[in-house]
């Protein structure tokens, strides 16, 4: 055995025993299931749990593990599955430690389950109200929670960060972490950084300013909070940001638009990682609020910092280190929130290695950057792209000509505001080097408003949303946007910027990526496929159907010698919703649900419930042309993220074209002003629709059933 062998067997043992002791002492709650930060640091050498979002602190999403092998994969096979507890879209990584799972579904519900069994220890619920709702740009959807010292850590949807018992579910402490009065809302899992929770939010779509914050582990207090854009006076918060707002940021926004306002946006609702070499937190920041530059910040030109950017913080005081900016005056929803990996990378002195920072946001280009510094190294784009054609040497994109011309027909671009890579996981594995993108092609057109922007929108991005989609079209309009949607999952290799392989999928919004050192890739699909990959060429070597949308990331772990994979499935998020023209599967499914495998597993997945949906308008049409295409105007702004495009539902949500509802002028009006379905999410409109507004939005909605008949497209659960 070589001394370098050695070394490392022996730091790991310690790293363990330090785990282990640390567990037992710190609170009488945590004799077994305490993690310290010596595990957490220790993570890459225990492939046994899986500790943290992205695996370790590097968040490669790549396994240690050797019991599931190239040899072996045709016999993998189901171990268990867990209903969770609701429907809707499930994003989470489940995280396991001492045997025990802990993984959350929609309203941030959390759930503890035998890892071995799947049994179910505890669930926790933190009772979101439904209400809560129409503040999420993308569903209700949570992508999973943090665990140390004998606690679970959850970022609850309405803006809680909750520290929970681990053996018990209890609440150990809560804190209210956004102002509750606007529409903030939490859709990530938190990280543990040096005995801090550090947590973002989400709503840049929906108007609110940005920052991360950190919290003492132990107690809930904030230890620091760091804005991403400009107090809208440009005074100071007595925050962290503080100093680089005033020496840098400010002076890159106007002092007068949609931000002031709004908010400016620049959201952290998503990448999160701490860089141990570097001492350091980097964090992905989104878009700007409103979307549009020229309503956002009409008074300038500037490149509105750090919106869409990489930024580096302090580990110890959240203090401003470096940021890099992959967006300048980003107008398009490109955010920077997309998965950061940390990797060492050949790329130093002599070709020495050197500490990478990569990563695939919404624009389309990959970049590696220095750590220590943020200095871009090298970029090049993943996917197809018009609104840029290149970088230049500082890394900053090349903007297509017309790229930014929105003001007279609607321009297309793409990628779109889903983006060429959007939060779905990405992998990394050191042994091939390569990095593995879930891509995908989803063009938008982009147009500004025609009126002025009602500033009691729920969503106010500057745009008109309906540009370009026409009231009535023929048979086969549908597939053909479905046509243009386009993924791909891209083994990209970061030293020489291009693609090692590429393997096409069926459609876009497919899942996120698991590497293992066995030298295979597992990725789920949007229709429920889950596949294994040779990770050196791409070649299928497994494939089975897991009954629902297989989007999350996965987490593997070994139990008593046997390897697990799991991943959490379920329908609903962004493209479903507004996105996604009808689910193409036979039968939406109804709850969420936990799937985990092994080699030789025998269990089997439950078919989803039959849903009894009869696709028939319940009334004839009514309305003038005038009063449908209105009708198409207020539905796009105030409907369609949730409902879908053209009205067509995919099923997460009723289809308002086939609801009595909908024939129903009195419960119509009942709905859409009183509130009556607000519990379920559907909250009162009064304030953003006027009758005429809410009658046209029926009118357009009742043409659009009506159409769908005649179009002999009419057919199927979610009615196409």
């Not at 106010?460 to 309906?466: A, F, R, V």
């Amino acid at each position: 055995m070589s001394n370098a062998l050695k070394a490392s067997l022996l730091a790991t043992a310690c790293a363990v025993l330090v785990a282990c002791s640390n567990g037992a002492t710190d609170n009488s709650t945590s004799e077994t299931i305490g993690v310290t930060d010596a595990a957490l640091s220790a993570a890459v050498s225990n492939p046994e749990t899986w500790l943290t979002y992205g695996g370790d602190y590097k968040e490669q999403r790549h396994s240690r593990l050797s019991g599931i092998t190239k040899d072996n994969i045709a016999d993998m096979g189901v171990a268990w599955t867990y209903d969770l507890s609701t429907g809707r879209g499930v994003e989470s990584t489940p995280i396991i430690h001492d045997g025990i799972m802990y993984v959350t579904g929609a309203w941030s519900i959390v759930h503890a389950l035998d890892a071995k069994t799947g049994e179910e220890i505890w669930t926790y619920d933190p009772e979101v109200s439904g209400e809560d709702a129409v503040k999420g740009c993308c569903d209700v959807v949570n992508r999973g929670v943090a665990i140390y010292d004998g606690k679970v850590y959850l970022g609850v949807f309405d803006g809680r960060l909750e520290a929970l018992d681990a053996k018990t579910g209890d609440v150990v402490w809560s804190k209210v972490t956004v102002d509750q009065s606007l529409p903030y809302t939490i859709t990530m899992a938190p990280r543990i950084v040096k005995g801090k929770v550090i947590i973002g939010n989400s709503g840049g779509e929906l108007g609110v300013r940005g920052y991360v914050s950190a919290y003492d582990a132990k107690t809930g207090d904030m230890d620091w909070r760091f804005y991403t854009v400009p107090n809208p006076k440009k005074e100071a918060d007595g925050a962290a940001s503080d100093p680089i707002m005033a020496e840098l940021v400010n002076d890159t926004w106007g002092d007068t638009g949609g931000w002031v306002t709004d908010g400016g946006g620049g959201t952290a609702w998503d990448s999160i990682v701490f860089d141990e070499e570097n001492d350091q937190i980097l964090v992905g920041v989104g878009n700007g609020s409103p979307w549009n530059a020229k309503v956002r910040d009409p008074q300038s030109k500037g490149d509105n910092l750090f919106l869409s950017s990489i930024l580096a913080l302090d580990a110890d005081t959240g203090t401003y280190k470096w940021h890099f900016q992959t967006t300048p005056r980003d107008q398009w929803d490109f955010t920077a929130t997309q998965s950061i990996i940390l990797a060492d990378l050949p790329l130093g002195e002599n070709g020495a290695d050197l500490r990478v920072v990569m990563q695939a946001p919404k624009n389309g280009f990959f970049y590696v950057l220095d750590a220590a510094t943020g200095e871009y190294i090298s970029g090049n784009n993943f996917v197809p792209m018009n609104w840029a054609t290149g970088l230049d040497e500082n890394g900053r994109p090349i903007e297509a000509a017309n790229a930014r011309q929105t003001d007279g027909e609607p321009i297309p671009i793409f990628p779109g505001p889903l983006g060429a890579h959007n939060w779905h996981p990405m992998a990394y594995s050191p042994k091939e080097q390569l990095a593995y993108i879930p891509a995908q092609m989803i063009p938008q057109l982009y147009q500004d408003m025609q009126e002025e922007p009602d500033p009691d929108a729920y969503w106010n991005i500057g745009y008109n949303l309906s540009a370009g989609l026409p009231t009535e079209y023929p048979a086969g309009t549908l597939d053909f946007f479905r046509g243009m949607n386009q993924g791909w999952l891209v083994a990209w290799d970061p030293i020489k910027q291009e693609a090692r392989w590429t393997v096409k999928q069926d459609g876009p919004w497919n899942g996120g990526v698991l590497s293992l050192d066995t030298g295979i890739v597992l990725q789920g699909q949007r229709e429920g496929a889950l596949a294994a990959y040779d990770a050196a060429n791409g070649d299928k070597l497994w494939s089975t159907n897991v009954k629902a949308g297989a989007l999350s990331g996965m987490s593997t772990y070994e139990i008593d010698g046997e390897q697990y994979m799991t991943i959490t499935t379920g329908w609903g998020s962004a493209y479903a919703l507004s996105a996604s023209y009808g689910y193409t599967s036979p039968v939406p499914p109804q709850v969420g649900r936990v799937v985990t495998f092994k080699v030789g597993g025998t269990d089997t997945i439950p078919d989803a419930m039959e849903v009894a949906i009869e696709p028939t308008p319940k009334s004839d049409n009514f309305g003038t042309s005038a009063q449908v295409k209105a009708g198409l105007e207020n539905y796009s702004t105030n409907c369609l993220v949730c409902h879908g495009p053209f009205a067509v539902s995919a099923g997460v949500l009723p289809d308002l074209r086939w609801s009595y509802a909908t024939a129903d002028k009195n419960e119509w009006t009942d709905i859409l002003v009183n509130g009556a379905l607000s519990e379920n999410g559907m909250v009162s409109f009064k304030e953003q629709l006027s009758p005429d507004a809410m009658e046209s939005i029926r009118a357009y909605v009742m043409a659009q059933g009506h159409m769908a008949v005649s179009n002999g497209e009419a057919g199927g659960p979610a009615g196409n």
